[in-house]
Each structure stands twice: as structure tokens, then as C-alpha cells.
DNA sequence: AAATTAACGTATCGATTCGAAACAATTGCA
DNA sequence: TGCAATTGTTTCGAATCGATACGTTAATTT
């Protein structure tokens, strides 16, 4: 009997092999391409290495090295942050953005899912958001975006995080937070 | 805005960074263990190298040394085949079921599933499977269970396939096979 | 029947990735 | 001020993967 899991297994190997058949792609490693897009989706506090090592489950080391050779493709510049000396923010450029829009296998899926119905994508991307979070409840880090957080507040009439105790510009909420903490009722009502 | 494609990324993600938490299975390459849980699910039309190297999108080369690994560690046996010296069937041993038997990714997302409702499993599965079929119209092969098959049939009272012209053993008519055409309507009837 | 072509599987090579570990620099804490 | 924790880089070795070439067997053509 197939499972949840053979499911995705299977679409994850769809996934990898179109984008080894794409010319331009095939020679890129597939982890270069989940972190960039990554940083494309998440805000200023998840924009880091750590951020990105966390989100895809590797280590630090092997993180850096991927994140290096973008750096050398001219797809990330990385700058160094104000406060913490440490720390180094990782912003793709306009020519990996460029990248990232070109990616077939995004525009398959969307269009697959138009085929099934016009409401198919948004309750599929739904319930396997759930799933998501029912699964990153025993998690360290949940990345969610910051609507559906906790320290997600109203200040002046614009976003504020109450962990940082910072602002947030508008265009924030909508991104991937590596501090994310679900608020109370996690189901999306209908 | 967060997408299928990044949803179904996520959560590979996070499921290949628990097997590589798991003691047991941190030094098996996940491909070894992708091959091996789709050897469990195909039949026997199927479960050749070519069947597996088209299963996961890589080349032949590469899976035959998957393959090779996996026997070495005595998961899995070589049987020639009967008809056809080519070819070579791979059988998961009892071992090598015992393995998959323990991958914790299958049943955290099997719970978690079950934690977001009764039907939720199933009604996701047929989501991604409808998904699924809507993506590989384009490919060479769907890789469907006989079931959804247009060559699947019923001769004296047994599954029968008319590609092949011979009688399946019942057991057959829900493993994967790499020779599945869909028939006219791929929707599942609710 | 013989020759050619196609299909299946294996072996080898080189490039690349990944994890582990050690390291330097900075920050936070007691 | 010491001491631990965090961030990021580098180095090293093992292992994967794709490309290529090869041998064997089957199918097709002449």
C-alpha cells in the first residue's frame, strides 16, 4: 500500500531528475538551488547560515561550502550584519533571482495542479502546510511566515515581532521566519 | 509566496534530516533506501535495475552501484531471470524489509496525518496521486499500480495483464510497475 | 542464417558533495 | 575579567553521482 511518504518520495524524484534534464541547471547541484531559494523566501533574521543549515537539515560545513560556490557564481553577495559581528546575511542577487524564476519544476507543479481544478493548488498547498506544521511540532524550528506566529503584532498600524522587539516592513510577513513559533490554533480556518 | 514546489521541499528536507538523525540508518545513503522501499512496492515486471533507475530519474551506472551496495549488506538478493539473461530481478531480503519496516519518516508522517483528522491521510494521498498522474502525462512512464492501469484485465477470474499477455498473482494488482498506462479517466471516483 | 542494432547490466574514472573535526572570531554570561 | 556558547570557515577523507566504455543477450533486418 502506498503511503504519504512514498508520494513525496516519488514527486521529489520527479522534481530532481527534470532538473538534471534542464541545460542550463544541470550542472548546479540541487542543494545550491534549495538554499538560494530559501533566501529568497526568508526574512532578515533567517537569512543566514545557520538559517539556511537549519531549514535544510545539513551541517554548518557543508552549508558554507555550498553557499560559497553561489557566492562565486555571482548568485549571493554576502553582507555583514550591523550589530552582530559574527554574523553574515546572504542576499541573492538579481542575476539568482533570474535563476530561480527559471526553475521548470515550480511552474510544472502549478500548472499541473490549474489542470486539476482551479481550486486544487491552494487546498493541496493547505493541507500539506498542516502537515507541516504537525510535523515541525517536535521540531527546534518551525519556519513558518510571521502571520501565523506568535510574537506576530500590530504596532503604529505596521508589523512588529515581539521576540526581536523590532518593526518589521510590510513586504516581512509574508516571509519564511527561522524564529517562527505557531500561534495557539494552528488549523487555517476555512 | 510560498509555493507546491516549496512545500514539497520542505518537507523532504525534513524528512532527510531525520533519517540522517537516526543512528541506525545515518550512514545508509538515502538513495540506497529509496531504491530498495520502491523494490518493495513494485512487481516483477519491475523490479529490475532499469526499473529502479527510472523509478528515481538517475543513470543506470549509478543505481547499479547502489544496488551492488545494498546487497552487500545483505538487503537485497539477485535472481536471473527465467526467459531473459539480461535482465536481473532484485528482491528485497527479510533483512532489507525489516530495515524500511523502521524508517521513522513513514510513520511520523503516517501520525501526523491521523492527528489532523480521520480522512486526512487518504484524502491528501489521493491529491498527491492525482498530482502525480497529472505530471508524468508528460513522461515516458507513469508508474502506476495495475489497478489504474489500461492493460490491467480479468481472465477466469484472475488479474491478467494484456500488455504482457500473462496472469498476475493477486497480490500484484496494488505494486507499482513501470509499464502502467493510465486508463482514459484518471480521476478517482470518490 | 548472418549481420546489425538495441537493450540490460557492470566497471572505471573524475568531479563534486557531504559529514566530521578543528579552528578563529565574536558575543553573552557569571 | 574569565568562560562558555554561537557563528562561520577551512581541511580532510569517504562516498555519491554522471559520463563513458564495455560485455552479454535479445530483437530486428537483410
Chains 1, 2 share one sequence.
Not at 542543494?31 to 543566514?48: F, G
Amino acid at each position: 500500500m502506498l503511503t504519504l511518504f512514498d508520494y513525496l518520495e516519488r514527486l521529489n524524484s520527479l522534481l530532481r531528475s527534470w532538473q538534471r534534464d534542464d541545460a542550463q541547471l544541470s550542472q548546479v547541484p540541487a542543494v545550491q538551488l534549495s538554499a538560494l531559494r530559501y533566501l529568497s523566501l526568508c526574512n532578515a533574521y533567517s537569512d543566514t547560515v545557520m538559517g539556511v543549515t537549519e531549514y535544510l537539515g545539513l551541517t554548518k560545513g557543508t552549508v558554507s561550502q555550498s553557499l560559497k560556490a553561489l557566492e562565486e557564481r555571482g548568485w549571493l553577495v554576502k553582507e555583514a550584519d550591523a550589530a552582530d559581528k559574527r554574523q553574515v546575511h546572504l542576499r541573492p542577487t538579481a542575476a539568482g533571482l533570474q535563476v530561480l524564476s527559471q526553475l521548470a519544476a515550480v511552474d510544472a507543479l502549478q500548472q499541473a495542479a490549474l489542470a486539476l481544478g482551479p481550486g486544487f493548488a491552494d487546498a493541496l498547498s493547505s493541507q500539506l502546510g498542516q502537515l507541516l506544521g504537525q510535523l515541525q511540532q517536535q521540531e527546534k524550528r518551525s519556519f513558518g511566515v510571521c502571520r501565523s506566529c506568535r510574537f506576530h503584532q500590530q504596532q503604529h498600524g505596521a508589523p512588529f515581532c515581539g521576540l526581536t522587539q523590532q518593526p518589521l516592513p510590510l513586504s516581512a510577513i509574508e516571509l519564511i521566519c527561522r524564529e517562527h513559533q505557531p500561534a495557539k490554533s494552528e488549523e487555517s480556518p476555512e
